[in-house]
């Protein structure tokens, strides 16, 4: 049976919320999700562009759902942790910059 301490399920999940994000949301990422996303311009009511993406098929919808990839990225990351050599240092430094990512959208908003 697979043992965690409470330490480590921090880490990983830390490190999850990174990887989750990095493919659904961050700009560095979006060549992967490109080719699955539909972008359409469209002028509202008050005559100003508006700009609407919208996913193309099951893969278009899987990259752009963060309950989805958030469950491939925890499997990801355990695979590192555990099977690959080397491979907690990867982890790690996505849950360090996840954790970044926390504190900077709460000082973004209270500071």
């Known amino acids: 049976m697979l ?12 490190a999850s919320f990174r990887l989750t994000r990095l493919i659904v949301r961050d700009l560095i990422m979006e ?11 469209i002028v509202n009511e008050q ?3 508006e700009e609407w993406v ?12 963060q309950w989805c990839v958030g469950v491939w990225a925890s499997v ?15 982890v790690l430094l996505l849950s360090i910059a996840g954790l970044q990512s926390i ?3 709460l000082s973004d908003r209270h500071l």
Do not use: A, Q
């Not at 919208?54 to 759902?65: M, N, V």
């Open 3 to 14: 043992s965690m301490t409470w330490l480590e399920l921090l880490i990983l999940g830390l």
């Open 31 to 41: 060549w992967v999700r490109k080719p699955f996303m539909d972008t359409k311009v």
């Open 47 to 49: 005559g100003e562009e």
């Open 54 to 65: 919208e996913p193309k098929g099951w893969i278009g919808e899987g990259l752009s759902c």
């Open 76 to 90: 990801i990351m355990m695979v590192f942790y555990y099977y690959i050599p080397y491979g907690e240092w990867l």
């Open 103 to 105: 504190l900077y959208g």
